[in-house]
């Protein structure tokens, strides 16, 4: 799905990704899990094509075998959305306040072709999964927070996407509704569905819902391996700390 090879991410006289390798297979849930400014939402950006103007990104990221460091709009527009989606951590970055919700979810199936109706009926069928059934007239001002996550979820995944990435799909929300979200994203992804590569502080989270952990620290991708072998590494203990650290002062 995904082979990542010296993958770095440089800003003017600073090296925010250090050379980061790893790979991907169809239907894994692989978890990132790092201190604040390990460069997380740095790999994301740059496995997405999404990195800031002004920071350079070198090395390679196969996505099913394309390449996509450097590449421009023609190479993304068949692979976003339907190879790869992305779940931001604040669901207002994907959703438009003014269109309704399931105009917003029925909207990239139009664009495809596919019919008004359809579409529509799909865009239904999509929210209910998402636990959201009959709220496709509603403005996203007229949900919670939560449920705005999980219509941010409904259109990503409304492209059938082959990898989710979802960068700390649940800080932004409330811890009450957090667990809804997560099960939703744990009931969307894995062997013979999407993979994943979930972004989080939380190692709980990150063990619940993965295999395989990768442990970034200062750009450095540290530790690779399955979520015994990490979270039993003398090195997680840092990161143990500095979640525990974070979830405190939060
Ligand atoms: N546009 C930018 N220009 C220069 N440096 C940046 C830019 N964006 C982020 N950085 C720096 O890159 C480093 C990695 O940031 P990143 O956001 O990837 O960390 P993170 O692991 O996602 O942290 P957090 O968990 O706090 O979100 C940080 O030192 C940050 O200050």
Same mark, same amino acid.
């Given at each position: 799905?995904?082979?990542?090879?010296?993958?770095?991410?440089?800003?003017?006289?600073?090296?925010? /990704?250090?050379?980061?390798?790893?790979?991907?297979?169809?239907?894994?849930?692989?978890?990132?899990?790092?201190?604040?400014?390990?460069?997380?939402?740095?790999?994301?950006?740059?496995?997405?094509?999404?990195?800031?103007?002004?920071?350079?990104?070198?090395?390679?990221?196969?996505?099913?075998?394309?390449?996509?460091?450097?590449?421009?709009?023609?190479?993304?527009?068949?692979?976003?959305? +339907?190879?790869?989606?992305?779940?931001?951590?604040?669901?207002?970055?994907?959703?438009?306040?003014?269109?309704?919700?399931?105009?917003?979810?029925?909207?990239?199936?139009?664009?495809?072709?596919?019919?008004?109706?359809?579409?529509?009926?799909?865009?239904?069928? /999509?929210?209910?999964?998402?636990?959201?059934?009959?709220?496709?007239?509603?403005?996203?001002?007229?949900?919670?927070?939560?449920?705005?996550?999980?219509?941010?979820?409904?259109?990503? /995944?409304?492209?059938?996407?082959?990898?989710?990435?979802?960068?700390?799909?649940?800080?932004?929300?409330?811890?009450?509704?957090?667990?809804?979200?997560?099960?939703?994203?744990?009931?969307?992804?894995?062997?013979?569905?999407?993979? /994943?590569?979930?972004?989080?502080?939380?190692?709980?989270?990150?063990?619940?819902?993965?295999?395989?952990?990768?442990?970034?620290?200062?750009? +450095?991708?540290?530790?690779?391996?399955?979520?015994?072998?990490?979270?039993?590494?003398?090195?997680?203990?840092?990161?143990?700390?500095?979640?525990?650290?974070?979830?405190?002062? +939060?």
């Amino acid at each position: 799905m995904l082979r990542v090879h010296d993958l770095s991410v440089d800003s003017t006289g600073r090296r925010l /990704l250090d050379q980061v390798s790893f790979e991907l297979a169809a239907g894994e849930q692989v978890g990132v899990v790092g201190s604040s400014g390990a460069g997380k939402s740095q790999l994301v950006a740059a496995l997405l094509g999404l990195t800031a103007p002004g920071l350079v990104v070198s090395g390679s990221v196969q996505v099913e075998g394309t390449e996509v460091v450097g590449a421009g709009p023609a190479v993304w527009h068949p692979l976003r959305g +339907r190879a790869t989606a992305l779940v931001a951590q604040d669901p207002a970055t994907a959703l438009d306040p003014l269109t309704r919700v399931g105009r917003q979810v029925a909207l990239p199936l139009r664009a495809r072709g596919v019919g008004r109706r359809e579409a529509a009926r799909r865009a239904d069928a /999509l929210l209910a999964e998402v636990g959201l059934p009959g709220t496709a007239r509603r403005f996203p001002s007229q949900l919670s927070g939560g449920q705005r996550q999980r219509v941010a979820l409904a259109l990503a /995944l409304v492209g059938a996407p082959r990898l989710l990435v979802a960068d700390e799909p649940t800080s932004a929300l409330d811890p009450t509704v957090q667990a809804g979200v997560l099960d939703l994203v744990d009931r969307v992804t894995g062997p013979g569905l999407a993979a /994943l590569l979930l972004v989080t502080h939380d190692l709980a989270v990150a063990a619940r819902l993965c295999t395989r952990l990768l442990v970034l620290d200062a750009g +450095r991708l540290v530790l690779d391996g399955p979520v015994a072998d990490v979270l039993g590494d003398p090195l997680v203990a840092d990161v143990v700390a500095a979640s525990r650290a974070l979830a405190v002062t +939060r």
